[in-house]
């Protein structure tokens, strides 16, 4: 067990709608990313939060958002759902971002859209 | 741009022998390497990382990885394979250097397409 909480473990729904995925880093971690896992496009970095602000962004559709809350919990909304948006998404969680320490990673959420 | 390459989608190896994950790299700059492993259903687990010393890194579960920068590999290894080791392997590097005020800087991991790996009994 990394530490790292993700929230639901499953998630079915149609297409053109909006889900929240919920993650809780491991504690003392400032730090969170989240990526997403896709057989076409194997581990892609979406979006990284420090402390409440975001530090940087990868491959993110402009359909998803992320935001990090005062208790460090971070949220990822996917909204307009495609079929091609389901995958494996994962949250890590490290101490600090530019530092040489690991990211440890949470179960994931598998969101399939129908 | 950083970026891994797996080289082989499938490792089949038998019980007690030993075992390789090849992995090679390319960075701009001092390279900070890393090993997950994914089990069926599970999120990745870190198995060890190469950021400086020693070539020759050791990490859980018996694995060890070796460094070598002049053929810009860090391959994954395990002298005696088990069955529960069969799982989905990923090397990773870091995005960009990691930078003294961590202003701007890109932690995030870039990942290779990932091996499987089967241990037969």
């Known amino acids: 067990d990394s530490g790292v909480t993700q929230t639901p473990k499953h998630l079915i729904t149609a297409t053109g709608q909006r889900v929240t995925l919920r993650c809780s880093p491991r504690?003392?971690?400032?730090?969170v990313y989240w990526y997403q896992q896709s057989l076409d496009q194997g581990l892609q970095f979406l979006i990284h939060?420090?402390?409440?602000?975001?530090?940087a962004k990868g491959n993110i559709l402009e359909r998803f958002s992320a935001q990090q809350f005062p208790d460090l919990h971070s949220e990822l909304n996917l909204s307009s759902l495609e079929l091609g948006d389901s995958a494996l998404y994962f949250c890590?969680?490290?101490?600090?971002?530019?530092?040489?320490?690991?990211?440890?990673f949470g179960p994931g959420t598998r969101l399939t859209v129908l | 741009a950083q970026s891994v390459a797996q080289p082989e989608d499938q490792v089949n190896v038998a019980e007690g022998n030993p075992l390789t994950v090849k992995c090679t790299y390319s960075?701009?700059?001092?390279?900070?390497l890393f090993w997950y492993v994914q089990y069926p259903n599970r999120g990745l687990q870190f198995l060890l990382k190469?950021?400086?010393?020693?070539?020759l890194v050791k990490g859980s579960y018996g694995f060890e990885a070796e460094f070598n920068k002049s053929q810009t590999s860090f391959h994954l290894k395990k002298p005696s394979a088990l069955v529960s080791d069969s799982a989905l392997y990923f090397c990773?590097?870091?995005?960009?250097?990691?930078?003294?005020?961590?202003?701007?800087?890109?932690?995030?991991?870039?990942f290779g397409k990932g091996t499987k790996l089967s241990v037969k009994p």
């Open positions: 890590a969680s490290s101490v600090v971002p530019g530092g040489l320490d690991t990211q440890y």
């Open positions: 504690s003392g971690d400032l730090s």
């Open positions: 939060y420090y402390n409440g602000e975001e530090r």
């Open positions: 960075v701009s700059g001092n390279p900070y």
């Open positions: 190469y950021i400086t010393g020693d070539n």
């Open positions: 990773a590097v870091r995005a960009d250097p990691p930078r003294v005020n961590y202003g701007g800087s890109q932690g995030n991991l870039i």
